[in-house]
């Protein structure tokens, strides 16, 4: 299957379950109470089960090692990416509630849900190992960095009272440490648990899909617009976060042997879009979920045209 194909069959699948939550929504058939419930059963209970047994699934200790050399890489790409989306918050005084969720959209990508299936379509199975690298430091950088963006950029009301220790160690990012010490431990994970976990896990990403649903159908489909703070957001997931990762290959290239395989995949998952859950983690701070719920909804329509000038950009490396 071709790049623009691959890429508007993920997307089509997306917009149909996000439209889901919107008919739904807007059929009085979802209380308001409802999407509180999905945010709790993601964010406590399956996002976490669900980073636990896709690290143990997916990596292994002799992985870890062997793929050091790439995720040299992609550390550098985050570093670099967070310093520079949080200079521009400072340049471009983004408001308080959307800081969190530019910041993030320079720096972690859906790699899952769309970037997983992307892959494979296009460099095939033998490219599996080079986005274990990228998905280990996308949940990390996610759950340990660009969470407390998010989780500081709420009200100052809610955030100066008193320190929550709870937003120090996030249910999603103990999940992985956990998940972490269990392979390094090289301890068995029993086939009953796995499966059970992995079942509960599989609900988040259509729940976050739905939700977002749920949100646009509160704000109304005349939501979608392209202020500055959504094209900057937008311009950093797919122009910045790309063109970093490629210059730091660059870099490299003369001192390491980079395959074709692996610079694809690095280059592709740096431009997967906006985190699905990006909007339930901005509601659960208090911060602007319409303006989440946007960039993320635009960064995934947008993707279809965005692989395919990729593709053609990773062939000339």
Avoid at 2 to 31: C, D, P
Avoid at 189 to 215: A, N
Avoid at 230 to 257: E, Q, W
């Amino acid at each position: 299957m071709s790049a623009l194909l691959t890429s508007i069959s993920s997307v089509v699948e997306i917009i149909f379950v996000i439209a889901l939550g919107y008919l739904l929504r807007n059929g009085g058939k979802f209380q308001d109470s409802f999407k509180h419930d999905i945010e709790f059963l993601i964010m406590k209970v399956a996002l976490p089960l669900n980073i636990f047994v896709g690290v143990l699934d997916n990596l292994t200790r002799s992985k870890l090692i062997a793929l050091s050399g790439s995720l040299v890489f992609v550390i550098i790409s985050f570093a670099v990416g967070y310093l520079i989306a949080w200079i521009l918050t400072k340049i471009l005084k983004v408001r308080e509630g959307r800081r969190g969720t530019f910041i993030n959209m320079f720096v972690n990508a859906n790699t899952i849900f769309i970037g997983l299936p992307l892959n494979l379509a296009l460099f095939g199975q033998h490219s599996l190992s080079f986005f274990l690298v990228y998905y280990l430091a996308n949940t990390v950088s996610t759950w340990a960095i660009g969470i407390f963006f998010v989780s500081n950029d709420g009200p100052k009301s809610d955030n100066t009272r008193k320190f929550n220790w709870k937003k120090l160690l996030p249910a999603p990012l103990l999940g992985f440490i956990v998940a972490l010490v269990w392979l390094l431990l090289d301890l068995p994970l029993p086939t009953l648990v796995d499966k059970t976990f992995s079942m509960v896990g599989g609900v988040v990403t259509p729940l976050s899909l739905i939700y977002i649903g749920i949100v646009l159908a509160d704000a109304g489909l005349k939501s979608i617009h392209f202020d500055r703070d959504t094209i900057v957001a937008l311009l950093g997931r797919f122009v910045f976060a790309p063109a970093v990762m490629i210059i730091i290959m660059m870099l490299f290239k003369n001192t390491m042997n980079i395959p074709s395989v692996e610079q694809g995949t690095l280059v592709i998952q740096a431009a997967a879009p906006g985190l699905a859950v990006l909007p339930i983690l901005v509601g659960d701070a208090k911060g602007d979920v319409e303006y989440a719920t946007n960039v993320v909804t635009t960064s995934t329509v947008l993707f279809v045209i965005v692989v395919p000038i990729l593709m053609q950009i990773i062939t000339m490396l």
